[in-house]
């Protein structure tokens, strides 16, 4: 790792509307429908690029926010008890209409905010200006989505069901209290996407910002009061004694969490009744693609690349381990190894950047661990991109490919959530040392990626595969998209099941209500109707 920054950022490269300006000093935060001022400690929230300012490069120092403590955490969890007041609170009691018209509100109002956040979210987790405008829109269609299928279900909900003599009216209810936690490498989307569809099916919320990537929440806090009643929405920042009080509480119904396994079971211990713990997980993965010998390498090599390399490799959807076929393997290389060559390492806001820093303190030192461990053992670095392979400095490491990765490496178990391709070779997909049994065995499951041509031997093997992971990817790379596909995995990969449509189920309850099917009752299922229709 070099003692000097590979790329520093100059004053005048940085563009106008990107330039972050004054540290941002973000001492309110929201608790029970008001923003409060925040007199406690603050966190210097830095900036993985390093920019000259006069003396050494140094790291940009964005703002800074509050540590939150768990008296904070207990008086957060106070106010959304206090807003469901045990399911007959205003909020639960509201008809889905109102409720989806807080959320519509709250979606204009954060469409007005969207330089700010775009802007913020390129320098503190450093997602190219293209990249970051793209989680922006997605969140913003996503939140439509879920409020355009919502109605659908509400409509489809509103018929009555005879069966055996009875009529039957389902609906569906709230769970209670969201404590909901987002990750830093998509904290919009991901956060958005469990905390929206569980507030609009009447539950309330607790949020605790990601570590990294909590400023650009910031633009939003104002969005949040305007648009929600006190209580239902409490925005907290900090470790993790702020969501301690509320997890040893037992009072936290649903734990809406995307980070890592060891993280969800440390929190989920702290709950005294799990039996009443709903969880909607998202976790770690550690995805394949698997190249067989006839796969069209003009298909496989690009896919595998978006794949593996998209924002760093920093998605749980991310391809992070490859099968190659012997056969094809010499060929693959030179083609894979060509096409990281292309890449283009530099800054968010530079045009074509593929490769930016990593925001992770010590993320290129564990990478560099990874690789090392690697040659120890018998395999080699192939190619590299323009400035090498490997760590550059603290933030930036350039795209590596090393092969031939072996069981007995960390690469070939570990997620490593960062640009670094590891290849193993295999002679016979079935066989014991093969990509099947290697998926099988591994700790996760969420997805792989497979290219061939054979129409008999991909369904075949997607057959299989569909009992080791969720989603089976045919000559394309892993992702999670589009949204209103189903989203979940197997083993220490996801707990639950996310989409538009899945995501309104895991925050909700079926409900029934029954009665005989007699002429005197018809009058009360009318009236059904007319309320749950309100």
Known sequence: MTATPYRIAQPHEI??????????????????????????????????????????????????????????????????????DQGLGDWPTRPPASRMTCVEDFCRLMRARRAEIVRLMVWEICKSRKESEQEFDRTIEYIDNTLATLRAMLEDDARTVGVSGLAARIGRSPLGVVLCMGPFNFPLNETLATLIPALVMGNTAIVKLPRIGRLLFWPLMSCFKEAFPRGVVNILSGGIEVVTPAMTSGQVDVLAFIGTSRAAESLSALHPRPNRLRRVLGMEAKNAAIILPDADLAVAVPEVLRGAFGFNGQRCTAIKLIFVARGIAQQFLEEFSNAVKSLKIGMPWEDGVNITPLPEPGKTAYLTTLLRDALSKGASVVGGSSAGSGALDETFFAPAIVCPVTKDMRVFREEQF???????????????????????????????????????????????????????????????????????????SAVGTLSVADGLRAFSLPTLTVTRQTPANTPILDALKREEGA
């Open 418 to 492: 960062g640009p670094l391709a590891p290849v193993a070779l295999f002679d016979d997909v079935r066989e014991a040392s093969g990509p099947l049994r290697a998926i099988a065995r591994s700790d996760y499951g969420q997805q792989v990626s497979l290219f061939g041509r054979d129409p008999s031997e991909l369904t075949h093997l997607a057959g299989l595969l569909h009992n080791l992971v969720s989603r089976v990817n045919i000559n394309c790379k892993c992702q999670r998209g589009p949204d209103i596909l189903p989203f979940t995995a197997r083993r220490d």
């Open 15 to 84: 563009p106008p509307e990107l330039d972050p300006g004054a540290p941002l000093i973000c001492r309110e935060y929201l608790l029970d429908g008001v923003l409060r001022e925040w007199t406690g400690p603050m966190q210097d929230i830095l900036s993985p690029i390093f920019v000259a300012a006069g003396g050494e490069p140094a790291r940009r120092l964005l703002g800074r926010c509050p540590a939150h403590d768990a008296e904070t955490g207990q008086a957060a969890l106070e106010a959304a008890c206090s807003a469901y």
